[in-house]
């Protein structure tokens, strides 16, 4: 059974600084991984999807990495901002149509 | 609209009674996907549809729950009886179709309550 694990479970950071939150997954055998942003109150917004066949994704200060065989993602944010506090979703696609999420980072960068 | 909607965006319902959650998917998407987020806990997938149909309705936790598509659009959830622990987060999301390659976009979800 595929479970995916986030750690830490929070943060909280000056801002500036640069940071990585951390997935984990048991099973490698997965198509893709998506990383995700909510806010209090509102939905999810899709940050970066990484198929299986590709190592990193990229979208401005936001890079994702994927590591399959050792099940693991990292989601590195540089030059935090206060903007970007909020909790950080991983999920993995085993090949289904549905996602396996993790249970999240709750990010606060401090101004 | 531009994204996915859902009404309400809070309930607040007492033990025993029923309750419908409404997902408005992106316009053209023909997959619709409903989860539930309970409060320090991750997303659990519930049911998808592929146009009006669903497939999949085994992550329902009970026989209290359903879920019907019309038009290949609107979607509603129903909860029969709601319990307690019924409480959570409701998130629907659409994609194109359903697909290991389709990127899943969220609505902003309805908060349920029950007392």
């Known amino acids: 059974k595929q479970e995916v694990t986030q750690i830490p479970a929070a943060l909280s950071v000056p801002e500036g600084e640069n940071l990585v939150l951390n997935c984990s997954f048991t099973?490698?055998?997965?198509?893709?991984l998506q990383w995700f942003r909510q806010d209090p109150g509102k939905g999810l917004t899709s940050l970066l999807l990484?198929?299986?066949?590709?190592r990193e994704q990229t979208s401005g200060r936001l890079n994702a990495s994927l590591d399959k065989s050792s099940g693991r993602s990292t989601l590195y944010i540089a030059a935090s901002q206060p903007g970007d506090s909020a909790t950080y979703l991983c999920?993995?696609?085993?090949?289904?149509?549905?996602?396996?999420f993790g249970t999240g980072t709750r990010l606060k960068v401090l101004a | 609209g531009a994204g996915v909607s859902q009404s309400p965006s809070n309930k607040v319902t007492e033990k025993g009674k029923d309750v419908e959650l409404r997902c408005d998917p992106i316009?053209?998407?023909?997959?619709l996907y409903w989860y539930r987020q309970r409060l320090g806990q991750g997303l659990e997938f519930l049911i998808y549809?592929?146009?009006?149909?669903?497939?999949?309705k085994s992550g329902l936790p009970s026989d209290r729950f359903s879920a019907e598509r019309t038009g290949e659009s609107v979607s509603t959830l129903t909860i029969q009886r709601t319990q307690q622990e019924d409480s959570a987060v409701y998130l629907c999301?659409?994609?194109?179709?359903?697909?290991?390659?389709?990127?899943?976009?969220f609505g902003p979800g309805t908060r349920l309550t029950v007392l």
């Open positions: 999301a659409s994609s194109l179709k359903a697909g290991v390659s389709n990127e899943q976009f």
């Open positions: 099973d490698s055998a997965i198509y893709n």
């Open positions: 990484i198929q299986s066949s590709q």
């Open positions: 999920a993995v696609n085993t090949g289904t149509y549905k996602y396996i």
């Open positions: 316009s053209g998407h023909t997959a």
């Open positions: 549809f592929q146009g009006n149909s669903a497939p999949d």
